[in-house]
Nanobody, 119 residues
Framework: QVQLVESGGGLVQAGGSLRLSCTASGSILSINAMGWYRQAPGKQRELVASITRGGSTNYASSVKGRFTISIDNAKKTVYLQMSSLGPEDTAVYYC?????????????RGRGTQVTVSS
C-alpha cells in the first residue's frame, strides 16, 4: 500500500506565499516522478508542476516564475513553494506520484490540501 500525505495549505492574502509538502510512504522501491495538480470550483483539474527523480521540472504557464517545485528523493517528499499568490490560485491542490514498486510503476494521488488566496 502507498500513501501520499499533503500539508501546508491554508488561507493567505494576495501577494503572499505558501509552501506545500507531500510525502509518500509504503512499499516503494523509488520515486520516478512527483507533481502537483489543482482543481478550482467549477473548473477542470490542471497540472501545476511536476518533477522527475533526476530533477527535471515542468510548470504550467500560469505559475512559471512564481512557483518552484523541488524533490527530496531520500525523504520521498516533494515541495511546492508558491509566491506572489493571487485569488486565481485558490484551489484544492493534489499531490501525485509515480512510484516504482516490486511489480511495476504505479500512479498515486493524495487527498488534497486547500489553498485559499484572499484579495
Amino acid at each position: 500500500q502507498v500513501q501520499l500525505v499533503e500539508s501546508g495549505g491554508g488561507l493567505v492574502q494576495a501577494g503572499g506565499s505558501l509552501r506545500l509538502s507531500c510525502t509518500a510512504s509504503g512499499s516503494i522501491l523509488s520515486i520516478n516522478a512527483m507533481g502537483w495538480y489543482r482543481q478550482a470550483p467549477g473548473k477542470q483539474r490542471e497540472l501545476v508542476a511536476s518533477i522527475t527523480r533526476g530533477g527535471s521540472t515542468n510548470y504550467a504557464s500560469s505559475v512559471k516564475g512564481r512557483f518552484t517545485i523541488s524533490i527530496d528523493n531520500a525523504k520521498k517528499t516533494v515541495y511546492l513553494q508558491m509566491s506572489s499568490l493571487g485569488p486565481e490560485d485558490t484551489a484544492v491542490y493534489y499531490c501525485n506520484a509515480n512510484v516504482q514498486r516490486a511489480t511495476g510503476s504505479y500512479d498515486y494521488r493524495g487527498r488534497g490540501t486547500q489553498v485559499t488566496v484572499s484579495s
